[in-house]
């Protein structure tokens, strides 16, 4: 039942085969039994019931909305009101959002059921799901492994069966890398189609709300559902959503671009490599045209991605300062030990790293060298990729440059961590819509996806075209 | 001493905060009115709460541009915002949304008297929008210090001036025109005891003819502009002294002391905090287009130097024109009192006259004055008319009708027995009787003895019960005189 597309699972609810309230029992069973994977920081049991019950009448009165029987988990950065919202982090244990996202708004007037917030790096500040207060996630397909981060626990939830869909936030790839991770499509929409009101800014001018679930059709769903202008964030697009249509499997010939310089990396796992090689091969035979192009700004994406995203966020947590809200410190004794202790304590080493990153690259007299060079590479970058795809539809590439890697290995060097966006940033930086499409199975067991890149507001080709290679795969 | 300051010119520059009287914040929908309960004018932007982001008040960016328009300035057409960071109890969200590298207005100049009241232009470096932060209440509480939010998010413009200051009384008078500015655009209060205007100043001397700047202090937390002007004229004198006497002066901020007249460090340069501005990526930049310029343009409220030039040409005086300027308020009461008459002059002398004298007595604003401009320019009229003197009109016409404002002026003359009586036939009768009754005295008068004319009027005053025109009296009078001769 878990893995059915909601399409499916709407048409039973219809028929009277099955119950809102049923769904929500077998998903709240399914959550007990995985608590291991510690996916779920709070699951929010007594609502989900009182909701679906009200659905259920809804759904025999004929007045439902269009996500009537779907379970969805939110990821821990994402506001609702009267619940609580930590960003898995010390610093905001205890406290309760006043307001909803724009997002969970959207989703709950379709009547959607959210069950749950879900474990995630501290502030989204991460690419394993370690770096979280409360423990990292576990992978529900090899528990010794991590399930990539920073929407980890968005990932394992969906894999695992817990909800039909999970909102993650991605910044750099934390959607899309822990969706390869744990075989699950992952969207992360164009910069600004998705409101970013109430969620917690990890780097504004990166951050995007996107969904995971188990096909393209459930993903491109909620996708619609949450996009499109919104009042109270000046930076979400006024342009219409294009309705993607999964009934026309046009075979249109598509041109798709391959980063040459990505599949020769020698960071990228062999298998990974031939995978993608052998898809690109089968796609050129169904008479599409994929071609390798060169890009010789690859090696600049990862610095200038953690220049700027650490420079918005040392701004974005000066408000977690112990004096409004959060936790305070209870050796403060004066205005200043208050700010010292209480982020002492409320934050982890990942966020204290990149705050003072970004501090330090802000600073007078080195703004110039870092964050003002950063801004120009980074516009470099955006125009550079706009013009592959003025003449290619899409960028394939791998997500990530290998399959889920275990727990503990890793953390302790940052630098390895950090390039784990290698093939994910891009999309950040330029702001294009991306996706990962568990297309991939290895050897040792685990999954990974096959990363896909559109034009900026063009999701609709995106999500279509992914839905067929799904479909062909 | 005076002798040696002599020997120094001073550079002085303003920054000006002049907080906007909106109904709802810069960056949220929070109401800003002055005086409320503390923290009730809060939401979760104001408050800083996670996943808050900010929405620009559009009124903010009208503020702006009537101001840069009525300043001269040069309004730019993309505006980006900036963050500037830092932490403070009263800064929610640890930086303020402002303006750096593209502020909205740049350029531009104010007009002003100088000391020795000869015309001088102070040029504007620029003038840019930000928010407010919230305040600090240290005085309450014995132990702690209380915040208050109410003010978080207020939207500020921020006017920073070229150094071209060179005393305390020209910032004294900048500030005045400031404030009436800000008043006639509509666009604050102006008031620097309740905060909405506030002032901080950069100061340093160099010898005269000396073309590279001294060291440069910044004094703050004047609350008057009599203060601003006195700490001006405090630090121009220690900082020459300090050089007299071999000292040196440093890159400081010092803060005023009102109650001993003099500064005092508040902070020393390598305190001062770094800012680590950069563009703000939660707000997209406003483009203001010409268009938009012009149509604030169009609406603009009248300005004052516009209304004096105005009332020069309507043949006004330099002193009444500008003492009709002062304030906005009493600008806009003359402009409605010469929509009703032509007599220029006489609107002036009513309104310098038992208007301001009635106001002052009250401590009354123009705005709450009893009288309509129409039955202002009505009492005029009557004047004009010869119908009541011009004592009864500004005497107890004015005051009874300061006691019932509802009633007509012409009804009211009537019934007080004001009305002057200027109808030949009916004083002729007065006339008649008056030099009747002393026949020898008119003898006297034919004689030659003219001074006598005082005694013939007095008796028609007293028998028209002195409603008689004294004017048109007195041509009767005359007249019937010469004709018996």
């Known amino acids: ?473 | 001493m005076e002798d040696i300051l002599k020997n120094y010119e001073p550079v002085i520059g303003l920054e000006i905060h002049v907080q906007l009287n909106t109904l709802s914040k810069a960056y949220s929908s929070d109401a800003t009115e002055y005086g409320a309960m503390p923290n009730t004018q809060v939401n979760m932007i104001s408050l800083g709460h996670p996943g808050t982001l900010p929405r620009v008040n559009e009124k903010v960016i009208e503020y702006a541009v009537r101001l840069g328009i009525a300043c001269n300035c040069t309004i730019r057409e993309r505006n980006e915002y900036a963050r500037k960071n830092y932490f403070y109890a009263d800064l929610p969200k640890g930086y303020q949304i402002t303006q750096d590298t593209t502020p909205i207005c740049n350029g531009g100049y104010v007009e002003i008297k100088d000391a020795d009241g000869k015309d001088k232009k102070i040029h504007l470096t620029r003038i840019h929008m930000e928010e407010d932060s919230g305040k600090s209440i240290h005085d309450i509480d014995p132990f702690n210090t209380l915040i208050d939010l109410n003010r978080a998010g207020v939207p500020l413009l921020e006017i920073v001036s070229e150094p071209e200051f060179r005393n305390g009384q020209e910032a004294y008078n900048y500030l005045a025109e400031m404030r009436k500015l800000v008043r006639y655009l509509d666009i604050s209060d102006g008031n620097m005891e309740e905060g909405s205007l506030r002032c901080d100043v950069n100061i340093s001397v160099r010898p005269v003819g000396r073309e590279k700047f001294g060291t440069k202090v910044e004094v703050k937390n004047m609350n008057s502009f009599r203060n601003v002007q006195k700490a001006i004229d405090y630090e121009i004198k220690r900082q020459v002294e300090l050089i007299e006497s071999g000292g040196e002066v440093v890159q400081q901020t010092r803060t005023f002391d009102a109650a001993r007249g003099s500064t005092m460090v508040l902070r020393a340069k390598e305190d001062a905090h770094d800012y680590r501005y950069f563009p703000e990526p939660d707000l997209q930049p406003v483009i203001v287009r010409e268009d938009y310029i012009s149509r604030v343009k169009d609406n603009l409220p009248p300005l004052p130097k516009e209304l004096f030039n105005k009332y020069r040409e309507l043949g006004l005086n330099e002193y009444d024109a500008s003492l009709l300027t002062e304030s906005k308020e009493v600008a806009l009461y003359f402009e409605n009192l010469i929509s009703h008459t032509g007599n220029y002059k006489a609107a002036a002398n009513w309104i310098m006259g038992p208007v301001k004298s009635y106001l002052n007595d009250k401590a009354m604003h123009i705005e709450a004055f009893p009288i309509t401009a129409e039955k202002i320019a009505q009492l005029i009229e009557m004047v004009d008319a010869g119908k009541v003197s011009n004592s009864a009109a500004s005497g107890e016409m004015f005051r009874a009708l300061i006691e019932n404002p509802d009633q007509d002026p012409a009804t009211l003359a009537k019934e007080m027995n004001l009305i002057q009586e200027s109808d030949a036939g009916a004083l002729m009768e007065h006339v008649h009787a008056a030099l009747a009754k002393y026949p020898e005295k008119v003898e006297e008068y034919k004689a030659g003895k003219k001074g006598l004319l005082g005694l013939f009027m007095g008796e028609v005053m007293k028998l028209s019960g002195g409603k008689a025109d004294p004017k048109v009296a007195s041509k009767l009078v005359q007249q019937e005189l010469e004709k018996q001769q």
């Open chain 1, 1 to 473: 039942m878990a893995f059915n597309t909601l399409t499916e699972v709407q048409e039973q609810l219809r028929e009277g085969k099955l119950t809102c309230s049923a769904l929500v029992e077998e998903h709240l069973k399914r959550i007990e039994e995985n608590q291991h994977l510690n996916a779920f920081l709070e699951v929010f049991a007594h609502d989900a019931r009182s909701r679906a019950t009200v659905i259920d009448q809804k759904i025999k009165r004929g007045s439902s909305g269009k996500l009537a029987g779907m379970i969805i988990g939110i990821k821990d950065n994402i506001c609702f009101k009267g619940h609580k919202v930590s960003a898995s982090s010390r610093i905001l244990e205890d406290f309760t959002s006043l307001y909803s996202s724009t997002v969970v708004d959207r989703l709950l007037n379709e009547d959607a059921i959210i069950i749950g917030r879900l474990n995630c790096d501290e502030f989204a500040m991460g690419s394993a799901n370690e770096f979280s207060a409360f423990g990292p996630v576990k992978n529900p397909l090899d528990n010794t492994k991590v399930t990539g981060g920073s929407s980890g626990g968005s990932a394992a939830a969906v894999a695992a069966g817990l909800c039909h869909v999970a909102l993650g936030s991605d910044t750099g790839g934390s959607i899309r890398q822990p969706a390869s991770f744990c075989g699950v499509v992952g969207l992360k929409p164009t910069y600004g189609r998705v409101s970013r009101h109430g969620l917690i800014a990890f780097a504004s001018s990166f951050d995007q709300i996107g969904p995971f679930a188990t096909s393209v059709e459930d993903a491109a769903l909620i996708y619609e559902v949450m996009a499109g202008a919104d009042e109270y964030d000046s930076t979400a697009s006024q342009r219409e959503v294009e309705k993607t249509d999964f009934s026309a499997t046009s075979d249109k010939p598509m041109r798709i671009a391959f980063l040459k310089d990505a599949l020769t990396d020698p960071s990228l796992d062999a298998e990974i490599r031939e995978r993608t090689q052998e898809l690109i091969s089968q796609l050129q035979e169904k008479g599409h045209t994929v071609e390798g192009v060169s890009f010789p700004w690859m090696d600049y994406m990862v610095p200038v991605y953690y220049i700027l995203t650490t420079a918005e966020a040392s701004s974005n947590l000066a408000r977690y300062d112990g004096i409004h809200y959060g936790q305070r410190s209870e050796k403060a004794t004066d205005l200043e030990s208050t700010y010292k202790l209480s982020r002492t304590e409320g934050f982890g080493d990942e966020v204290k790293r990149r705050i003072l990153l970004g501090t330090f690259v802000l600073s007078s007299g080195y703004y110039d060298a870092y964050y003002g060079k950063a801004q120009k590479a980074r516009r470099v970058v955006k125009e550079e990729t706009e013009k592959i795809l003025a003449d290619y539809d899409l960028i394939l590439s791998p997500t990530s440059p290998h399959t889920a890697f275990e727990l503990g290995k890793k953390q302790l060097d940052p630098t390895v961590m950090y390039l784990e966006d290698i093939f994910t940033v891009q999309a950040n930086i330029c702001g294009n819509p991306a996706v990962s499409l568990p297309l991939g199975k290895h050897s040792n067991g685990m999954p990974f996806g096959i990363h896909l890149m559109g034009r900026a507001w063009d999701e609709k080709t995106l999500l279509e075209f992914s839905a067929q290679l799904m479909n062909n795969n």
